[in-house]
């Protein structure tokens, strides 16, 4: 698996994004996560995907 981004100037959006969703989520993310479970990364990872894929299919209409 690639973490390597298709759209490099997209990075800072995207740390904002799951910034914004892990605190909605009641997630507390910092500069080292280590100390979260594996369900609160996929939790926050889940509800980003979820959220862009609703953006995409609202433009869709």
């Not at 997209?10 to 994004?17: D, M, P, Q, T, V």
């Not at 910092?30 to 953006?55: F, I, P, W």
Request: aromatic fraction near 6%; include cysteine; glycine fraction near 10%.
């Amino acid at each position: 698996m690639s973490t390597r981004r298709l759209v490099p100037e997209a990075r800072e959006g995207l740390s904002k994004f799951k910034t914004e969703v892990a605190r909605e989520l009641g997630v507390e993310f910092s500069d080292y996560n280590g100390n979260l479970t594996s369900r609160q990364c996929g939790s926050v990872g889940g509800e980003m995907v979820k959220r862009m894929v609703a953006e995409y299919e609202s433009h869709l209409k």
